[in-house]
């Protein structure tokens, strides 16, 4: 039903920027709740940020608080992850994934319906 697509991923120096987008497929992508996760080596996928629907409401990891930005445009059905001063710690596949859920499920893997292939962002020393 929905097709996801990142893309912008690749490798950059410590305290240096990526802007991730993803671009979903159809019809509908306004309705649908987005967030980005992602997934180091060795490591579990975690929660990176989430945004509602309208785009009013957005939600990040506490390691990213400041630094990374999620936005969307409704009218490309694209949504973005800005990430700033990148740390080698921040190194992963990043995924976008769609849900039509919202609030507080939204920081929880298992709500989302849809995911992307992921994007490799590898950040040096």
């Known amino acids: 039903q929905v097709q996801l697509v990142e893309s912008g991923g690749g490798l950059v120096q410590a305290g240096g920027s990526l802007r991730l987008s993803c671009a979903a497929s159809?019809?509908?992508?306004?309705?649908?709740?987005m967030g980005w996760f992602r997934q180091a080596p060795g490591k579990e996928r975690e929660f990176v940020a989430a945004?509602?629907?309208?785009?009013?409401?957005?939600d990040y990891v506490d390691s990213v608080k400041g630094r990374f930005t999620i936005s969307r445009d409704n009218a490309k059905n694209t949504v973005y992850l800005q990430m700033n001063s990148l740390r080698p710690e921040d190194t992963a596949v990043y995924y976008c994934?769609?849900?039509?859920?919202?609030?507080?499920?939204?920081?929880?893997?298992?709500?989302?319906?849809?995911w992307g292939q992921g994007t490799q962002v590898t950040v040096s020393s």
């Open positions: 945004i509602g629907w309208s785009g009013g409401s957005t």
């Open positions: 994934a769609a849900t039509g859920r919202y609030g507080t499920m939204l920081l929880v893997l298992s709500a989302y319906y849809y």
């Open positions: 159809g019809r509908n992508f306004s309705t649908y709740s």
